[in-house]
Nanobody
Framework: QVQLVESGGGLVQPEGTLGLACAASGTILRINAMGWYRQLPGKQRELVATIMSGGSTNYADSVKGRFTISRDNAKNTVHLQMNSLKPEDTAVYYC?????????????????WGQGTQVTVSS
């Protein structure tokens, strides 16, 4: 099995900065993609940013130029640096990882999610 544990989040003022971190653990063979998604109450979860194992990134238009995603392949971690935060960035942020892991000697694919961490941008 693969588990994702998030850290960071909290309350920040508009135009402030905040960082999120996520660590994956388990019998991981390879993580192809890692990313961050967010969800508001009553709304669908939406993509914030993703990063592939080779380093290519993808951002939602709403966060381009303000958020930066990075990962450490050796440590199976992903980070999201959030700058110039706006009230509309307020949401629960979820970490996601897609890859393969070892189960009873066989390679299996996984698509894992963290438990979510609250980010609130308010004065």
């Amino acid at each position: 099995q693969v588990q994702l544990v998030e850290s960071g989040g909290g309350l920040v003022q508009p135009e402030g900065t905040l960082g999120l971190a996520c660590a994956a653990s388990g019998t991981i063979l390879r993580i192809n993609a890692m990313g961050w998604y967010r969800q508001l109450p009553g709304k669908q979860r939406e993509l914030v940013a993703t990063i592939m194992s080779g380093g290519s990134t993808n951002y939602a238009d709403s966060v381009k130029g303000r958020f930066t995603i990075s990962r450490d392949n050796a440590k199976n971690t992903v980070h999201l640096q959030m700058n110039s935060l706006k009230p509309e960035d307020t949401a629960v942020y979820y970490c996601n990882a897609v890859g393969t892991y070892l189960l009873r000697g066989l390679s299996r694919s996984f698509d894992a999610w963290g438990q979510g961490t609250q980010v609130t941008v308010s004065s």
